[in-house]
């Protein structure tokens, strides 16, 4: 019986800058495209396995179990990356997937999340990646805590302690770390600074093979179409569009100073300088 879950929200972002929107639903193009683990969250999965290799031999002592289990609401190829998760030292993953959730925006997203947490027992720390690489927010983490009222902390850069019931972590802000005690269960994301991802191992690869993951949808997580997808969502993404650079190319000409003196003028006309 597993006594403690580390819960590790990982999403499928493009893997190329060659992104397409789709014009009718002004959402990414994902079908199709090379796609990857969110790099952030491949910090948060190694953060979680560390974890559980920290705390698995003295929770053994009084005969309990840990468990890291992945998690992500995205199209039925996400699954793919579940299975890199596990080649990472994963035990177990979760993929939450219907055409119901297309659209969904970080609340959205976060509700959807939230709802499949609470199908778990005994979950004691969700770790997330500070932001993504396309949405780019870094919204879901403070609101998935919310939906599960529970405490979050940003931007973690190490778990200075932890049992089954407290975690002390440090942070780092702009100038500054910052210290902080807090009750399980929480939630946390994660930046580049806690930990340096491991790569995935053979008997990793080979678990993952055969792993079945399972898929869990709007009706299994008992949510109704307005609280999810685009009907879920208060925030719409009405228009992307990459912005247009103008080169302009000048050769100065002439002495140095008088080229200097060119290209302070060209500066302050620019108001750069
Ligand atoms: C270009 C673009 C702009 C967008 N702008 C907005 C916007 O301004 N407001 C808005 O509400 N939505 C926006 N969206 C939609 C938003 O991307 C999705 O709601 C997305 O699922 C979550 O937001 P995020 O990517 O910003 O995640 P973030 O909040 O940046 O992600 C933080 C962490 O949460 C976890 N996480 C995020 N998404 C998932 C998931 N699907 N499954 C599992 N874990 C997850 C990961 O650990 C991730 O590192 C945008 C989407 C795109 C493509």
Redesign the pocket.
């Known amino acids: 019986m597993v006594d403690i879950k580390i819960i590790v929200?990982?999403?499928q972002v493009p893997g190329t800058t060659e992104i397409k929107i789709n014009p009718e639903t002004n959402?990414?193009v994902r079908e199709g495209i090379e796609t990857v683990i969110?790099p952030?969250?491949t910090y948060?999965i190694e953060e979680g396995v560390r974890l559980k290799e920290k705390l698995a031999p003295l929770l053994s002592q009084t005969g309990e179990e840990i468990e890291t289990i992945a998690?992500?609401?995205?199209p039925p190829q996400s699954g793919e990356m579940l299975k890199e998760a596990i080649a990472l030292g994963i035990d177990k993953a979760v993929l939450?997937s219907d055409r119901a959730f297309a659209g969904?925006?970080?609340?959205?997203?976060a509700l959807t999340?939230a709802e499949a947490i609470k199908k778990f027992d005994d979950w004691k720390l969700i770790i997330?990646?500070?932001?993504?690489l396309?949405?780019?927010?870094?919204?879901?983490?403070p609101e998935?805590a919310q939906k599960l009222n529970i405490p979050f902390i940003g931007y973690a850069s190490s778990i200075l302690d932890i049992n089954k019931n407290r975690m002390t972590i440090k942070r780092l802000m702009e100038d500054r770390y910052e210290t902080f005690e807090i009750r399980l269960p929480a939630a946390i994301?994660v930046g580049k600074d806690i930990n340096i991802p491991r790569v995935p191992s053979l008997r990793g690869k080979l678990k993952a093979k055969n792993e079945a993951i399972p898929v869990w949808d709007k009706n299994y997580l008992n949510l109704d179409q307005s609280q999810i997808g685009l009907e879920g969502?208060?925030?719409q993404?009405i228009k992307?569009s990459m912005p247009e650079h103008h080169y302009e190319v000048k050769m100065l000409e002439g002495s140095p100073d008088h080229q200097v003196d060119e290209l302070y003028g060209k500066l302050k006309e620019l108001n750069i300088v």
């Open positions: 929200c990982i999403k959402t990414l969110n952030f969250d948060a998690l992500t609401m995205g939450l969904a925006d970080t609340w959205a997203t999340l997330l990646g500070k932001q993504t396309d949405g780019d927010t870094g919204q879901v983490g998935l994301s969502s208060y925030t993404v992307i």
